[in-house]
């Protein structure tokens, strides 16, 4: 595998389920970052993670639950989701250092359809 | 605050024509970086360029072509003789350096739809 890889791709869900997405990158990249993207919207920051720490909770509803165990896998768990909450969820990784922007790799992200 | 700005919602054109996509950005800091995406109807977004704000100097890759101008707070970008392949939504970007996250902050995109 090489890049950034996302599973599933697609997921249809109910709003009582419980279901994680899972992200993995391959570039020895040390952030990991999880976006989302609703139709007619920009896409929207959602939290980003830096050496396995949590660096940016962009006001996200706590029914998002991520998770980074290590810096090249890191996981959404989804829990009680609303209709409003179907998008494509996307991952991406960068290297991270101090004072330096590097490029985010995206992953094909996982098409997240709630009933 | 950051902003970026893609005014063209939807641009269709027959293969072979040249096409600009308008990026218009805002930010305060004097550091920062720029960047485009492609989004094919794969749903994945693919690296395009990176720029940062102390090179103004206008880059050429392929058919692809950027125009930045800081002057006007734009960032351009030009597909020379289009082809249906580049149909996709085309996103603009920029972050800003020294925070505590590598944030993107993204424009809505731009569909480009070439026609055979």
């Known amino acids: 595998e090489t890049g950034v890889t996302q599973t599933p791709r697609h997921l249809v869900m109910g709003m009582t389920n419980k279901k994680s997405l899972k992200c993995e990158q391959h570039l020895g990249h040390n952030a990991m970052y999880w976006y989302k993207q609703s139709a007619k919207k920009p896409l929207e920051l959602m939290f980003v993670y830096n050496f396995k720490e949590q660096t940016e909770n962009n006001s996200v509803p706590s029914r998002f639950s991520p998770e980074c165990p290590n810096s090249s896998h890191l996981f959404l768990h989804l829990h009680t989701l609303q209709p409003e909450d179907s998008a494509l969820y996307l991952c991406?990784?960068?290297?991270?250092?101090?004072?330096?922007?590097?490029?985010?790799?995206f992953g094909p992200g996982t098409r997240l359809t709630v009933l | 605050a950051q902003k970026v700005t893609q005014a063209q919602t939807e641009i269709s054109v027959v293969e072979k024509e040249d096409v600009t996509l308008d990026c218009v950005y805002e930010t305060r800091d004097t550091t920062y970086y720029l960047f485009w995406y492609k989004q094919p109807p794969s749903g994945e977004l693919v690296f395009l360029i990176r720029?940062?704000?102390?090179?103004?100097q206008n880059e050429i890759s392929g058919r692809y072509s950027w125009n930045f101008q800081k002057s006007t707070s734009s960032f351009n970008f030009t597909i020379t003789a289009s082809q249906v392949v580049d149909s996709a939504v085309y996103f603009c970007?920029?972050?800003?350096?020294?925070?505590?996250?590598?944030?993107?902050?993204f424009g809505t995109g731009t569909l480009l739809a070439v026609q055979p």
């Open positions: 991406a990784s960068s290297t991270r250092l101090a004072g330096v922007v590097d490029t985010q790799y």
């Open positions: 970007a920029l972050s800003e350096a020294g925070g505590a996250t590598n944030k993107l902050i």
């Open positions: 720029r940062n704000s102390f090179d103004e």
